[in-house]
């Protein structure tokens, strides 16, 4: 499986940005689909994810309300809009792939995912 991010940028606190990530190589709707981020000297963690159809989503803490993540499984493409950007949204943001069936809906870890993107910049000045 390959993924493809684009959207990444420069904007000011406040603003908004739109990531896109194009996936290829495997049937879309068999996968498991989210957004991880890695901030300068820490750890990657955990921003969003859906589940293979889109009716699950699941959200970090410090997005919920103002990041949303949707696919288009006609289109094999997810999507991560960013809006109310805070400088600490910083980081490079990378797409994600878990391919995995699980009869119950949870949102990947870091060891659950099987196909990376390779990663898209996003900086918020202040």
């Known amino acids: 499986v390959q993924l493809q991010a684009s959207g990444g940028g420069l904007v000011q606190a406040g603003g908004s940005l739109r990531l896109s990530c194009a996936a290829s190589?495997?049937?879309?709707?068999?996968?498991?689909m989210g957004w991880f981020r890695q901030a300068p000297g820490k750890e990657r963690e955990f921003v969003a994810a859906?589940?293979?159809?889109?009716?699950?989503?699941e959200y970090a803490d410090s997005v919920k309300g103002r990041f949303t993540i949707s696919r288009d499984n006609a289109k094999n493409t997810v999507y991560l809009q960013m809006n109310s950007l805070k400088p600490e949204d910083t980081a490079v943001y990378y797409c994600?792939?878990?391919?995995?069936?699980?009869?119950?809906?949870?949102?990947?870890?870091?060891?659950?995912?099987?196909?990376w993107g390779q990663g898209t910049q996003v900086t918020v000045s202040s």
């Open positions: 190589g495997r049937t879309f709707s068999s996968l498991d």
């Open positions: 859906i589940n293979r159809s889109g009716g699950s989503a």
């Open positions: 994600a792939a878990d391919g995995t069936y699980r009869s119950r809906y949870r949102p990947p870890a870091l060891h659950d995912i099987d196909y």
